[in-house]
Structures are given as C-alpha cells and as structure tokens.
C-alpha cells in the first residue's frame, strides 16, 4: 500500500522554524518525485516545493525561496522541508505528494498524497 505520512507541524511565532518530514512507502523515492503543497482556509491549494527522483533537483514557489529548504534521506525514505523565518501567511495544512516528475508536480497532476499537517504562525 503506497503511503505519504508527514510530521512536524505545530505553532510557531513569526520568525521561527519548523522542520516537516515525510515517510515514503515501498520505492516511491526511486520512481517518484516528492514535494509539498499547501492549502490555506478560504484559499486554493498551492504547490511549495519539489525534490525531483534521482539527482535530487530541488525546486519552490516564489513565496518560499529562500526560507524553505527541501531535502531527502534515501535511506530513511524521508523527505524534509525545512521551514525558517515562518510569516504568519505561511499557516495552512501541508501536504507531502508524489509525482511521476516535478513538472506534473507543480501542475497539480500528482498521484499520491498524505493526510496533511498543519502549520500556524502567530503570535
């Protein structure tokens, strides 16, 4: 049975950290690229990040660079998104997704998703 599960969510205050992390069942890392999508209440879902299978291209929304930071352990099948200097805009429920590549990816075309965890920025 394929499964995203993610972890690490939580409340923060503005200007800190969060580290989301991601299990992958089976080889989903091998065939498939992992990312993450987010959906705020009252606004559409919107693609954050994506690590492409195999030499690891990594990719972010406009709205994230250069404070959010994705990774991947092979060996632990984990994907993780490191989270700084969070604004409390960043709040939603975040979603680990599966793609046959990161293009399909950010076209909203994936295959796989987790249950979701959420994020709250405030103070």
């Known amino acids: 049975q394929v499964q995203l599960v993610e972890s690490g969510g939580g409340l923060v205050e503005p200007g800190g950290s969060l580290r989301l992390s991601c299990v992958a069942s089976g080889r989903l890392l091998d065939y498939y690229a992992i990312g993450w999508f987010r959906q705020a209440p009252g606004k559409e879902r919107e693609g954050v990040s994506c690590i492409s299978k195999g030499d690891g291209r990594t990719s972010y929304a406009d709205s994230v660079k250069g404070r959010f930071t994705i990774s991947r352990d092979n060996v632990k099948k984990t994907v993780y998104l490191q989270m700084d200097s969070l604004k409390p805009e960043d709040t939603a429920v975040y979603y680990c997704?599966?793609?046959?590549?990161?293009?399909?990816?950010?076209?909203?075309?994936?295959?796989?998703w987790g249950q979701g965890t959420q994020v709250t920025v405030s103070s």
């Open positions: 997704v599966a793609a046959v590549g990161c293009e399909r990816l950010w076209r909203d075309a994936n295959d796989y």
